[in-house]
């Protein structure tokens, strides 16, 4: 981001989104630090098996948690944050339209327990996190929404690997079963947004 100075034309809304997130405090919800990341079903795949591989080598992990602390030596993935890509930006004069970003908040699961223990142990939590999300891009000033109103649709998906793929093949190529909810949204963005903390968060 730094070495090509302030873009004008091209919003990064995965890294914007990733800082906006990094805003909001989840300590209430959770002891536990929160991941971000983006990508399609193969980035998915290679961000696990490398999540795997650090936690079992003590690397270091990308996350929004706390105030400002994107790298910590800590072995977490989950909760995490996932951004499906790729995002598609419609100028708009003054502001870019991404129409059907989808976000899934998820944890890791045991794929042999029944919803009402999912339900209690693991959605209370998701959902939570959710309504932090939520409320956060209804009133960011980087990340507008029109009128202040954020339309949204939303889906609690138990064992999401299993019920989005369908078959073990899928499942077992996904490497993880999660609980999710899933976020579906159309999101403006403020053009103007490079002040000077966006881009310490780009060189994070």
């Known amino acids: 981001m730094s070495q090509y100075g ?5 919003i990064d809304l995965e890294t914007l989104l990733g800082w906006r997130l990094s805003k909001i405090d989840f300590s209430c919800i959770t002891d536990d630090s929160i991941t971000y990341s983006w990508g399609d079903e193969s980035e998915l795949i290679n961000w696990i ?6 936690e079992q080598f003590g690397g270091n992990f990308y996350n929004i948690s ?19 890509t790729p995002t598609t930006g419609v100028n708009e004069g003054d502001i870019k339209r991404f ?14 327990w029944l919803n009402a223990a999912r339900w209690k142990e693991h959605f209370p ?10 409320d956060k891009l209804r009133g960011d000033v ?21 019920s989005e793929t369908g078959n073990d093949t899928a499942k077992q190529k996904a490497l993880d079963i999660w609980d999710a909810v899933v976020i579906t949204t159309d999101l403006l963005t403020n053009n103007s947004c490079r002040c000077e903390d966006y881009k310490r968060f780009c060189n994070k």
């Not at 302030?6 to 091209?10: M, N, T």
């Not at 098996?49 to 650090?54: E, L, V, Y």
């Not at 939590?125 to 939520?134: E, G, M, V």
Request: aromatic share 6%; glycine share 2%; proline share 4%.
């Open 49 to 54: 098996r490398n999540k795997d591989a650090n």
């Open 125 to 134: 939590t998701l959902q939570a996190i959710a309504d932090k999300i939520i």
């Open 6 to 10: 302030s873009l004008k034309h091209i």
């Open 99 to 112: 129409n059907g970003v989808q976000l899934i908040i998820c944890k890791n699961t045991t794929e042999s």
């Open 142 to 162: 980087r990340i507008v929404t029109e009128n202040r109103v954020l339309k949204y649709s939303y889906r609690n998906v138990p064992k999401y690997s299993v």
């Open 66 to 84: 706390g105030s400002d602390s994107h790298q910590i030596n800590k072995p977490s993935k989950y909760p995490l944050i996932w951004l499906v």
